[in-house]
Each structure stands twice: as structure tokens, then as C-alpha cells.
């Protein structure tokens, strides 16, 4: 599969922006798909994941109740919507893919996701 990443942007501190991820080759659903990010001089960090049926979902703490993580399987694309955004979610976000077989399992670590997209800079203004 290939992930494309877009969405990211300068937003003021309290915005909001909705990042995509448009997959292409197998369909959506027989994919694991997570966001990650990476702030400047931090290590790639878990931001959300959500399974092949879409029905469970898992976040950082970081941002629980202020990010949503969905996708369109009509149209292969993921979704995080991002709410409240504050200056240390400042990073490059990177929507993540890993291929499954009857499970609706999801997994937070990078190391378990097979296929990356190029990134997309969120910057956020205080």
C-alpha cells in the first residue's frame, strides 16, 4: 500500500486542522492504520490508531479527547481531526499502515507498521 499524508499547516493555538491519508493498492480494511508524530529533536511518538473494522480506536494520552481518528473505507482515506491544538503538538505527522489477517487488533508501536507516508508539518502558534 501507499500512504500520501496532507492536510498539515500553521494554526494558532485552540485551532483546529483535519489531516488526511489517502491509501492506495489493497483495500482499507485489511489494514492497521495509525498516526504518529515527530517533534524537532524528539523521537517518532504514538498518536492514534484505529483497526481494520474501524470500530476500536486508541490514543495518547497527549491528545484523548482532543484528537479523533477515523477513515473512509469507500475512498481509502484516513482521517485525524485535530481539536484544542496546542504548541507541543507541534511535529511532522506521519499516517502509518500494517497489513493484518482476521484480527481487529491495533498496536501502538512504530516498529509494528509495515507502510509510511512521506509526513505532513503541523505547526502550532502560541
Known amino acids: 500500500v501507499q500512504l500520501q499524508a496532507s492536510g498539515g499547516g500553521l494554526v494558532q493555538a485552540g485551532g483546529s486542522l483535519r489531516l488526511s491519508c489517502a491509501a492506495s493498492?489493497?483495500?482499507?480494511?485489511?489494514?492497521?492504520m495509525g498516526w504518529f508524530r515527530q517533534a524537532p529533536g524528539k523521537e517518532r511518538e504514538f498518536v492514534a490508531a484505529i483497526s481494520p473494522s474501524g470500530v476500536v480506536t486508541r490514543y495518547a494520552d497527549s491528545v484523548e479527547g482532543r484528537f479523533t481518528i477515523s477513515g473512509d473505507n469507500g475512498i481509502n482515506t484516513l482521517y485525524l481531526q485535530m481539536n484544542s491544538l496546542k504548541p507541543e503538538d507541534t511535529a511532522v505527522y506521519y499516517c502509518?499502515?500494517?497489513?493484518?489477517?482476521?484480527?481487529?487488533?491495533?498496536?501502538?508501536?512504530?516498529?509494528?507498521?509495515?507502510?509510511w507516508g512521506q509526513g505532513t508539518l503541523v505547526t502550532v502558534s502560541s
Open positions: 502509518a499502515a500494517r497489513r493484518v489477517y482476521y484480527t481487529d487488533n491495533i498496536y501502538r508501536d512504530s516498529v509494528q507498521y509495515n507502510y
Open positions: 493498492g489493497r483495500p482499507f480494511g485489511d489494514y492497521v
